[in-house]
């Protein structure tokens, strides 16, 4: 079995991170946490309980009776937890983007903020479908809750609405300092025709830029809350959240009911499974919730291989080495909706160690730059969702099951990877295909 190179990548969420609200709850200390109300609590008396219990709010939603509140010290806990109106208190968990290799050195452009050297369909892009004159996402709303998007770079031009999110700043920019945001939103929507950068699977949709991770990568239960709520408000057909956590399917009631409102309200929301082979989507959130569409991560072409044991190369639509999995179950909804590229390829050196070589995107700053992981797998997914809606789709489950039934290579793919970190899951859904 071959060993998939780990350097700079790490595991799926498992990250250097302030843990917010993870004391015990018998012994709280000066935390975050999602308090949630019993329906029908007037808006009144939501906005009066943190007071009497000396707790402070970060955001009070409006679409779900539940705030993010600190809670200064177990007194006030205790207040709280007396609260009849109270159903629940849980940490507010912290929550990252997947970890990723980042390439500089990308072409085109120079990967470092300079001019572009010309237009390229990127291979993801090919592998799925490549955009046509009438199935492009024209005008479809898909919104990017990520670390922002640079909506100054001249591939994106006129492709970010005005209307933008930032959960750590009033009135904050949205822009991408981290560069994870803007390098998903170009798979999604990078312009095509532009002589510039590359081009996205859906290049006429209208982005909404959401800031819910800050420029270290990392938020929170909270933030990712606020920013579907401004989803929701801003009517948009499409959600992509290329992040997430370890984490249960009831762990935060509040979250689950705002993703499930989302989905009543007749949205898709695309996330990323995960990032470690050594789980399933069913052990991260909000990969877990049956009501999103979550991706896996395969090679778009076929790699180099010069292992001494190893007689072919690693071919394409083989799982990547990194991806979670998990089978789709029926039953309950929960499991991988669909794989698509979450990188070009996969090469074996002669030391027979994997390196993946990124898929090309937008880099915040200006030029392209590659990354891997299955933060880019799922913008391929969300814009085939938006050409689908484009051509007529309709209810998202309508949609998942003609994801499901269209895909490509369906029960062949994704093959099995030849690592030693792959674990087949039991079920060959095939590689999204674009209308």
Do not use: K, W
């Given at each position: 079995m071959l060993t998939a190179r780990r350097a700079q990548w790490g595991l799926f969420f498992v990250m250097s991170l302030p843990l917010f609200g993870q004391n015990p709850a018998g012994n709280p200390g000066s935390q975050d946490y999602i308090v949630s109300f019993r329906p029908g609590t007037s808006a009144n008396d939501r906005a009066a309980a943190p007071g009497r219990a000396g707790a402070s709010v970060r955001f009070a939603y409006r679409h779900v009776n539940a705030m993010a509140l600190r809670i200064p010290n177990a007194n006030a806990y205790a207040a709280l937890q007396r609260n009849p109106q109270v159903t629940a208190i849980v940490p507010n968990r912290p929550v990252s983007e997947g970890p990723t290799v980042v390439e500089p050195d990308a072409k085109p452009g120079t990967g470092g903020g300079g001019g572009p050297t010309g237009e390229v369909v990127p291979q993801g892009v090919k592998r799925v479908g490549e955009p046509t004159a009438t199935s492009n996402g024209n005008g479809i709303k898909v919104a990017v809750l990520d670390t922002g998007i640079d909506a100054g770079h001249s591939d994106l031009a006129g492709a970010v609405h005005a209307n933008r999110f930032d959960a750590f700043s009033a009135g904050g920019t949205c822009n991408d300092v981290r560069g994870h945001g803007t390098h998903v939103a170009g798979i999604i929507g990078a312009r095509k025709g532009n002589s510039t950068g590359v081009v996205g699977v859906a290049?006429?949709?209208?982005?909404?830029c959401g800031k819910v991770l800050d420029d270290t990568g990392s938020g929170s239960d909270a933030s990712v809350m606020a920013g579907l709520e401004w989803a929701l408000d801003q009517g948009v057909n499409v959600v992509n959240m290329s992040l997430g956590r370890p984490g249960s399917l009831g762990d935060n009631p509040a979250l689950r009911t705002l993703v499930?409102?989302?989905h009543s309200r007749g949205i898709v929301i695309v996330v990323s499974a995960g990032n470690d082979p050594n789980k399933e989507a069913s052990q991260q959130v909000p990969a877990t919730y049956p009501e999103v569409f979550a991706v896996a991560s395969t090679t778009a072409v076929t790699g180099t291989e010069n292992?001494?044991?190893?007689?072919?190369?690693?071919?394409?639509?083989?799982?990547?080495w990194f991806t979670t999995d998990g089978a789709y179950d029926t039953a309950t909804g929960i499991g991988?909706?669909?794989?698509?590229?979450?990188?070009?390829q996969e090469n074996v050196g002669r030391n027979c160690v994997i390196t993946s070589v990124g898929i090309l995107s937008l880099k915040a700053g200006g030029g392209t730059t590659r990354m891997s992981g299955t933060s880019m797998a799922a913008p391929h997914v969300s814009g085939v969702v938006a050409r689908m809606i484009q051509n007529g789709g309709t209810a998202p489950e309508n949609i998942r099951t003609a994801i499901r039934t269209g895909a490509n290579r369906k029960g062949v793919a994704p093959l099995t990877s030849p690592t030693s970190s792959y674990t087949f899951d039991g079920e060959k859904?095939?590689?999204v295909k674009a209308p």
């Open positions: 290049p006429n949709v209208v982005l909404y499930q409102l989302l292992c001494s044991f190893l007689t072919t190369p690693i071919p394409a639509d083989t799982a990547s991988v909706t669909i794989s698509a590229p979450g990188a070009d859904e095939g590689i």
